[in-house]
């Protein structure tokens, strides 16, 4: 069974989170995280730090990033610094970072702690 997390679009979490699964994001995150998988739905603000392996971004993030897939739709916003190995800009998707930076290999990445 793949483990999965969802905050809602009324709730708030502020502080440090690490995992191995996945974490959808309706409500609003503030600080420090680690999953494979990131989703932020149009609703949700993610302001902090993060590393994950995949990230796609519908809301807001005010954040530095480091990411193997990053895929930034239509309706998403992104500020902050990135370190990504791939990346998807959809048409209308925001992205103002001052630094953007690939990574060719993903042992840069920080890894994730297993539980």
């Given amino acids: ?7 809602t679009e009324d709730s708030f ?12 994001l309706c409500g609003s995150f503030d600080g420090l995280l680690y999953v494979k998988n990131l989703y932020i739905k149009k609703s949700g603000i993610f302001i902090g730090y993060v590393s994950a392996e995949n990230i796609i971004v519908e809301g807001e993030m005010n954040a530095d990033i480091q990411a193997e897939n990053l895929h930034l739709k239509s309706t998403g916003v992104v500020d902050g610094d990135i370190m990504y190995r791939n990346i998807i800009i959809d048409s209308g998707g925001m992205l103002k970072s001052k630094m953007v930076q690939n990574i060719s290999k993903m042992k840069n990445l920080i890894k994730l702690s297993k539980k």
């Fill in 13 to 24: 979490f502020k502080g440090e989170y690490s995992g191995s699964g996945d974490l959808e």
């Fill in 1 to 7: 069974m793949k483990q999965s997390i969802r905050i």
